[in-house]
T-cell receptor
Framework: GEDVEQSLFLSVREGDSSVINCTYT??????LYWYKQEPGAGLQLLTY?????DMKQDQRLTVLLNKKDKHLSLRIADTQTGDSAIYFC??????????FGKGTRLSVIA | NAGVTQTPKFQVLKTGQSMTLQCAQD?????MYWYRQDPGMGLRLIYY???????DKGEVPNGYNVSRLNKREFSLRLESAAPSQTSVYFC????????????FGSGTRLTVV
C-alpha cells in the first residue's frame, strides 16, 4: 500500500506489556522510527532501527522488524501511566521526507 | 537548550487574514519541514526545504507559502486564512545525524474563525 498503517487505539493495564504495530510501504526503506507525542506537545524521537537489524532493545522498549512482511512493532514492557501518548511509526525512503503513520493512541489504565 | 523553536504557540485568525508562522533551529541542520496535524489524519507534510535555498511542496501545499530565510529559519505563510486551515502546525528539522531522525518543535495551534 501507499500509506504507513497503524491501528488507531490501544488500551492496556498498568504493568502489562504494550505492543504497537505498524506496516510500512517500502522494503528498501533504510531507517524506521517510533515517535511519541504527549498531549499538547510535539513529537519526540523514541527509538529507531536500521533496516539491516531485526531487533533493537533499549531499556523497556523493544523494536522488532520483519522486512519480508514490512512490519514494525514497538513493545513497551511494564507499561506505566506516563506512557499514555500517541505513538507514530515513520519510514525513511532514500532522501525523501519521512512518511508517518496516523498514530496509535495508547491509553494506560491504572 | 538546543532544538526547534516555533512562534507563536497559539493564534486565532479571522477568515481572510494573513499570518506567518516562524520556526528556527539551532542544531545546524540542513533540512526543515512544516507539517499540519488534524484529528484522524496524522501528520501531513505541507512544504519542506532539503537545504538552504531550496523548497519543495509536500502533500498539502495549497493555501501556504514558505521561505527558507537562512539555514536556521524556515517560515510558513498563510496569505488568506480559511477555516480549513484550523490545525496544529509543527516545524521539524533534520541533519546528517547518526539516525537522520527529525527534531520537532512544540507546535502552533491555529484557529481560523
Amino acid at each position: 500500500g501507499e500509506d504507513v498503517e497503524q491501528s488507531l487505539f490501544l488500551s492496556v493495564r498498568e504493568g502489562d506489556s504494550s505492543v504497537i504495530n505498524c506496516t510500512y510501504t517500502d522494503s528498501s526503506s533504510t531507517y524506521l522510527y517510533w515517535y511519541k507525542q504527549e498531549p499538547g506537545a510535539g513529537l519526540q524521537l523514541l527509538t529507531y532501527i536500521f533496516s539491516n537489524m531485526d531487533m533493537k532493545q533499549d531499556q523497556r522498549l523493544t523494536v522488532l522488524l520483519n522486512k519480508k512482511d514490512k512490519h514494525l512493532s514497538l513493545r513497551i514492557a511494564d507499561t506505566q501511566t506516563g506512557d499514555s501518548a500517541i505513538y507514530f511509526c515513520a519510514e525513511r525512503k532514500g532522501n525523501t521526507p519521512l512518511v508517518f503513520g496516523k498514530g496509535t493512541r495508547l491509553s494506560v489504565i491504572a | 537548550n538546543a532544538g526547534v523553536t516555533q512562534t507563536p504557540k497559539f493564534q486565532v485568525l479571522k477568515t481572510g487574514q494573513s499570518m506567518t508562522l516562524q520556526c528556527a533551529q539551532d542544531m545546524n541542520h540542513n533540512s526543515m519541514y512544516w507539517y499540519r496535524q488534524d484529528p484522524g489524519m496524522g501528520l501531513r507534510l505541507i512544504y519542506y526545504s532539503a537545504s538552504e535555498g531550496t523548497t519543495d511542496k509536500g502533500e498539502v501545499p495549497n493555501g501556504y507559502n514558505v521561505s527558507r530565510l537562512n539555514k536556521r529559519e524556515f517560515s510558513l505563510r498563510l496569505e488568506s486564512a480559511a477555516p480549513s486551515q484550523t490545525s496544529v502546525y509543527f516545524c521539524a528539522s533534520s541533519g546528517w545525524d547518526r539516525n537522520y531522525g527529525y527534531t520537532f518543535g512544540s507546535g502552533t495551534r491555529l484557529t481560523v474563525v
